[in-house]
T-cell receptor
Framework: GDSVTQTEGLVTLTKGLPVMLNCTYQTTYSPFLFWYVQHLNEAPKLLLKSSTDNKRTEHQGFYATLHKSSSSFHLQKSSVQLSDSALYFCALRASSGSWQLIFGSGTQLTVMP | DTTVKQNPRYKLARVGKPVNLICSQTMNHDTMYWYQKKPNQAPKLLLFYYDKILNREADTFEKFQSSRPNNSFCSLYIGSAGLEYSAMYLC???????????FGPGTRLTVL
């Protein structure tokens, strides 16, 4: 069945450093991947999405490239800011065709001054 | 307005008592979802409405009910809360021909 794996539960970094949050997936369907970000006491919001192999997608300084060969969609940023502290979810559109999302367990990113 | 609203934001319930959570959106989305999120776990889909058709996940079929009296409104109903129902409940909505699901801020349910 469909699944998403995020290997890091917690990531703590100093402001200005680069970050990569890992996301791998498993599906028998054509993959459509999403990154959602949830700040404290707020709703999860879409950050990035992609269904195109080997094409980098960018938004708000974050970027990710869907690699079908390695079933990955890692989230990166070259220089994290304090405001990037949040919970990040990777999600896969389910192959059932009902537009359901299959989520990873999330990565809590904390950026220190 | 691209917001999804959820009420209440926090809910305290007693074991064995019913719980009713409410979600609304004014984006004319045809599909509305309910997810359950526990700490350190992925959000888990409980059920969703596509228009007036309710789809419930097999492993939570008997635990959760829902109603959608109109396009904008969707509720999640627990008939008899147990301790294991303590979690964050997230509502989301989407237009079926679009990519993005829009989420509400969630209702944190604590069952004592």
């Amino acid at each position: 069945g469909d699944s998403v794996t995020q290997t890091e539960g917690l990531v703590t970094l100093t402001k200005g450093l680069p970050v990569m949050l890992n996301c791998t997936y498993q599906t028998t369907y054509s993959p459509f991947l999403f990154w959602y970000v949830q700040h404290l006491n707020e709703a999860p919001k879409l950050l990035l999405k992609s269904s195109t192999d080997n094409k980098r997608t960018e938004h708000q300084g974050f970027y990710a490239t869907l690699h079908k060969s390695s079933s990955s969609f890692h989230l990166q940023k070259s220089s994290v800011q304090l405001s990037d502290s949040a919970l990040y979810f990777c999600a896969l559109r389910a192959s059932s065709g009902s537009w359901q999302l299959i989520f990873g367990s999330g990565t809590q990113l904390t950026v220190m001054p | 307005d691209t917001t999804v609203k959820q009420n209440p934001r926090y809910k305290l319930a007693r074991v064995g008592k019913p719980v009713n959570l409410i979600c609304s959106q004014t984006m004319n989305h045809d599909t509305m979802y309910w997810y359950q999120k526990k700490p350190n776990q992925a959000p888990k889909l409980l059920l969703f409405y596509y228009d007036k058709i309710l789809n419930r996940e097999a492993d939570t079929f008997e635990k959760f009910q829902s109603s959608r009296p109109n396009n904008s409104f969707c509720s999640l109903y627990i008939g008899s809360a147990g301790l294991e129902y303590s979690a964050m409940y997230l509502c989301a909505s989407t237009k079926s021909d679009r990519d993005e699901q829009y989420f509400g801020p969630g209702t944190r349910l604590t069952v004592l």
